[in-house]
Every structure is written in structure tokens, then in C-alpha cells.
């Protein structure tokens, strides 16, 4: 019993837990070097739909980690919010804001689930999910006498049918979530981004963002394996740029962003480089399959505060 009561309490509290987090982390927006400037607004104001204004959005977005676009090819532009949109976001009708990585507006949590609290929503699923099991589990043996005609004629008997009916349907439901949220990690993918696919330049990539199973798991997580399971944000980055499949590091242009362009492993296109936050560059570097230089490269990010990212060239 003793052990039962420390487990049930365990489970209550980091269920709790991540549901408070989950609630009261205000979703992430974009920085301001997403913003248009003063003049930029008042350029696109002057001019006329088409062409003209996705001009004055490419000159704003020339120096912005920005690598999706709509279907047409367009600059990716909230015009509610006046920004460029960095990739992966979106903007959320519900809160009226552009959300960073948004995946959905969840009414169960009454927030958008988003970059800053999606790991917490995911430790709200796993530990809703293993309190609801262990409470059919310790109340399956009653729920049997219930039937067997083993408990004793009281009131008390139908709430524990009614106990197990709950935990066990409420068990299913969210196993089946909880599942479906694992296989996006394990993708690098969102709920948005299952429905439509990222647009990069060159075509659409359902697996654009996909680095493999375990650096899409340390994107989410983080590279300390003790904060996994506990409700406190630990995610790579900061919401405004992910590294891609469709991209690699050349260290020879970290210093010179303008300098000649290199060329992808996969790809035949050429990418200048661009700037990406420290704490997701080295996800692109730390394997050996991603490139066969990768020593070369991690002596060449020393002393450098944006390493070098590469971006197709729009033809």
C-alpha cells in the first residue's frame, strides 16, 4: 500500500506539474528582426499587390534565417502581425498572434502549443496517460469482484465501476495522442506541417526538417538527458530558426556570410550561407554522417558567435 500511495502521489504531482506548464507558458513570438521597419511598412503600403511587394519583403528578409515560403514561391508575411514569418511559424486565429513553431491551439489547455511549451504539453500527455494506467491498474482487481459479487452492497461499489470506466477510456484516448505526438518528435515535425508540408525553394519537403531520430528528440529535449522528464524548458534554439535536412555547414564561410557559395551533399543547388543560433548548429555537425569534416568543422566554429548556415540560391 505504502508503495502504491508514493507512486500515485509521483504521478499526480508531475502530471500537475506539466499541466500548469503547459497552461501558463505564454506562447513565443517571433523577435523583433522579424518586424518590418517603419519604412518598410510604409514601402509596402505604397505599393501595389504582386511583384512589387514581395520585393520590398525579399530586401527585409535578405539577412533573415528564412528558408519556407507560401505555395507561390512568396515571402512568407503576417499582415496582422506586420512580420516576416520565421519558419515554422504560424499565426493563431484563437490568440491573434503569430505563434513561434506552432503546432495547434489546444482548447483543453486554453493555449497555443507552440516552441515554448511544447515539451511540456508532451510530458502532460505522458504523465496524464501513466496516472490514468496506474489508477485502472490498482482498481482492476474491485472492478472484478463488482461483477463477481465480491464487494460489499454499498453506494461506494459503483464508484469504483465508474472509476475504472473513466481511467481506462480516458487511457485509450490519450495513448493514441500521446502516440501520435511521439511520431512528430521522432519526424521533426508539427501538426501543421503534417496537413501541409513546408515549401522550401527548390520544392515541398514533408521531411525538411528531419535530422534523424535522435537529433529530432535533443531538438525537442535538449542535450542534458536529466531535464527530459521533468517540466522545465529545455529545448534547442530559440524558436526563429531550424536547421534542415537540406542544408550543411561549410566553417570556411562563418566569417564571410556574403563569400562564395558551397554546395549541398544531397543537393545539386547552391547555398549562400546564413546565420543559425549556436545551440542547433552543432546538430548539423556532431555525427559524422552529416559531414566527413566534421572535426574541421567544430575547430572552425571556435570563437564564433553565428556559425554558418547554407540556403539555396532562388533562381
Known amino acids: 500500500i505504502f508503495v502504491c500511495l508514493v507512486a500515485y502521489h509521483i504521478f499526480f504531482m508531475l502530471f500537475v506539474w506539466s499541466y500548469w506548464k503547459t497552461i501558463f507558458t505564454l506562447p513565443m513570438n517571433p523577435s523583433k528582426e522579424f518586424h518590418l521597419s517603419y519604412s518598410d511598412k510604409e514601402s509596402l503600403e505604397r505599393e501595389p499587390r504582386g511583384e512589387s511587394q514581395q520585393e520590398v ?23 496582422r502581425c506586420h512580420l516576416v514569418k520565421p519558419d515554422r511559424c504560424h499565426h493563431c486565429s484563437v490568440c491573434d498572434k503569430c505563434i513561434l513553431k506552432m503546432d495547434h491551439h489546444c482548447p483543453w489547455v486554453n493555449n497555443c502549443v507552440g516552441f515554448s511549451n511544447y515539451k511540456f ?81 527548390h520544392r515541398t519537403d514533408k521531411n525538411g526538417f528531419s535530422l534523424g531520430f535522435s537529433k529530432n528528440l535533443r531538438q525537442v529535449f535538449g542535450d542534458e538527458k536529466k531535464y527530459w522528464l521533468l517540466p522545465v524548458f ?19 564561410q562563418a566569417s564571410t556570410p556574403g563569400g562564395l557559395n558551397s554546395t549541398s551533399k544531397n543537393e545539386s543547388h547552391l547555398f549562400p550561407a546564413k546565420p543559425l543560433r549556436d545551440s542547433q548548429s552543432h546538430l548539423l555537425t556532431d555525427a559524422p554522417s552529416w559531414s566527413e569534416t566534421s572535426a574541421k568543422a567544430e575547430k572552425g566554429k571556435v570563437g564564433m558567435s553565428n556559425p554558418a548556415l547554407t540556403m539555396e540560391n532562388e533562381t
Request: net charge positive; charged share 15%; with cysteine.
Open 57 to 79: 519583403l525579399r530586401r527585409a528578409a535578405k539577412d533573415l534565417p528564412i528558408y519556407t515560403r507560401t505555395m507561390s514561391g512568396a515571402i512568407r508575411y503576417c499582415d
Open 121 to 201: 504539453f508532451l510530458l502532460f500527455l505522458a504523465y496524464s496517460l501513466l496516472y490514468c494506467l496506474f489508477i485502472a491498474a490498482t482498481d482492476l482487481q474491485y472492478f472484478i469482484k463488482f461483477w463477481t459479487n465480491g464487494l460489499p452492497d454499498t453506494q461506494a461499489k459503483f464508484h469504483i465501476m465508474f472509476l475504472f470506466f473513466a481511467a481506462a477510456m480516458f487511457s485509450v484516448s490519450l495513448s493514441s495522442l500521446f502516440g501520435y505526438h511521439c511520431w512528430l518528435v521522432s519526424k521533426n515535425k508539427s501538426t501543421l506541417e503534417v496537413f501541409r508540408a513546408p515549401i522550401f525553394r
Open 234 to 252: 529545455s529545448s534547442l534554439g530559440d524558436g526563429c530558426s531550424f536547421p534542415t535536412c537540406l542544408v550543411n555547414q561549410d566553417p570556411e
